[in-house]
């Protein structure tokens, strides 16, 4: 006897889990209806970013940025975003990252805004970057990136700080 069907079955069975299901609405934070609630990291499509503060100091510009949800249900942050300065080409143009600021898991209501900010060199006193037109701004838990247009210098390394609850963040 053939133990092929036998492990064709099992192999089925252990992929079945894995089969993509129909698009359902994802549950309200809550459980409405007395079930398990689902709390997705934020999305870029449910947030719009912003640009609160742009300041110059020596050799160097701090932004922040907010987040906002713009969606119908709460997301859940928790860590640092990914940022990258790009060109007119859209070509990213950063070459590493820093980071600070302790991560704090919290929920982003709709409506609610978060905040990280951003410390770009302007140049050392001997070198001037290129300046790029467009900031990518990827949210903690998503690959896609939200675009805003800001003119900035392409410094060799950028420092970023953990999003926080726009309350938490000083």
Known sequence: MSLRPFFLACAALALAPFAPAAAAPLPPIGGAGGGLAILRPCAAAQLKAAIASDNSAMMHRELVV?????????????????????DELDHPRISAESFSRTPKFFV?????????????ATGDGTTTYLTVPTLAVIPPGDLKPLRLRVALPAAPTLDVTAVLPNTDFK
């Not at 907010?66 to 790009?86: H, K, Q």
């Not at 209501?109 to 990280?116: H, K, R």
Request: with cysteine; charged share 10%.
């Open 108 to 120: 982003l209501s709709p409506g609610q805004s978060a905040a990280f900010g951003l410390r770009v």
């Open 66 to 86: 907010t987040l906002t949800n713009t969606g119908s249900t709460g997301c859940a942050i928790d860590g640092f975003p990914a940022v990258r300065l790009l």
